[in-house]
């Protein structure tokens, strides 16, 4: 069997396999299923200060080749997570990545200062969020306010950071870039495509919130590119994602430029969909008799 042991900002993973954020909760229904100890780590359920109920439904909704959500990250907050959830996260022998986000900076420095003194592994920053204090828009989708919240997370933790991007953007390596220069230790991409569908019968968007993020299989060759853009662009180790559903995909974001692979909506129509990648990348690494999934890691040849 080939080592498909990978490190990231010196945490050592026994695979690169990890179920994303937002599609495996907190992991509890899943180990009724498989032990949690098979995955390379886990990105816990996006958890803000306080508790958050989410937007209201229909909040999900089926696309060609995917699907669109708008749960509007629905957590029990941060305390909850570090008092009920985190104990026995830590007790599954994996990696554990604490998905955090706010809708303003000082919010997400105050979560990063209560994950930080937790034995939680890394802190993944998702800048995705509308930040309330500029209008609204992401933190996410501009350089200067992407590198500023990083810059203060930064201060906050000694964790290894890891900073989630969004895809709706012009250039995502600038963004990148951004968020390396103020300490970012890994960036983690793509988070979902904003997208929409409308019922043609009654005129009115399926998703109750208009618009949601657009994940699955449709938006890989997306998720590719970018990674590859991004993995040529930043020095710091990049984890890839975006409608992985297969070892070969994952063999092929990793051949891109990224170190570690998450899974999301693959998780919805196969629940053990993490636990077959993890097997499918194994048997296609011995087919070529390679012995180190590291061995693959951005190995496209360009033309």
């Known amino acids: 069997m080939a080592d498909l042991s990978v490190n990231i900002c010196g945490v050592d993973f026994k695979n690169p396999i990890i179920p994303a954020s937002g599609v495996f909760g907190y992991g509890r229904e899943y180990e009724e299923l498989f032990p949690l100890s098979k995955l390379g780590g886990i990105a816990t359920k996006g958890t803000t200060i306080t508790r958050r109920n989410g937007n209201p439904s229909p909040r999900i ?4 080749s995917g699907m669109l959500n708008s749960v509007g990250l629905q ?14 996260l830590l007790t ?4 554990i990545i604490a998905n955090i986000a706010g809708s303003t900076v000082e919010e997400c420095v105050t979560i990063a200062e209560k994950i930080d003194k937790t ?25 200067a ?10 201060k906050a933790t000694e964790k290894p950071l890891i900073v989630k991007l969004s895809p709706n ?30 019922d043609i019968n009654t005129q009115r968007p399926i998703l109750k919130n208009n618009v949601g993020g657009l994940s699955g299989s449709a938006v890989f060759p997306i998720a590719v590119r970018m990674v590859w853009q991004v993995a040529n662009a930043v020095k710091i180790p990049v984890i890839g ?20 692979v998450q899974v999301g909506a693959a998780i919805f129509t196969d629940p053990f969909a993490p636990v077959k990648i993890i097997d499918e990348m194994n048997e296609w690494l011995d087919s070529k ?15």
């Open 75 to 88: 957590n029990p907050g941060i305390d909850y997570f570090i008092e009920t959830e985190l104990p026995n």
């Open 241 to 260: 994602m975006g409608g992985v559903s297969s070892g070969k995909d994952a063999i092929e974001l990793m051949m891109a430029g990224a170190s570690a």
């Open 145 to 154: 306010s992407a590198e500023n919240i990083t810059a203060e997370v930064r």
């Open 61 to 64: 909704a089926e696309t060609p």
């Open 169 to 198: 953007v012009t250039s995502i390596a600038d963004i990148a870039k951004a968020v390396e220069s103020a300490g970012a230790d890994s960036v983690s991409l793509i988070n979902t495509l904003l997208g929409m569908r409308i």
């Open 92 to 95: 599954k022998d994996t990696v």
């Open 119 to 143: 034995d939680v592994h890394m802190i993944e920053l998702n800048i995705s969020c509308p930040n309330v204090k500029q209008g609204g828009a992401a933190f996410g989708t501009s350089c």
């Open 289 to 303: 008799n390679i012995k180190s999934v590291r061995e693959i890691i951005g190995s496209v040849k360009p033309w």
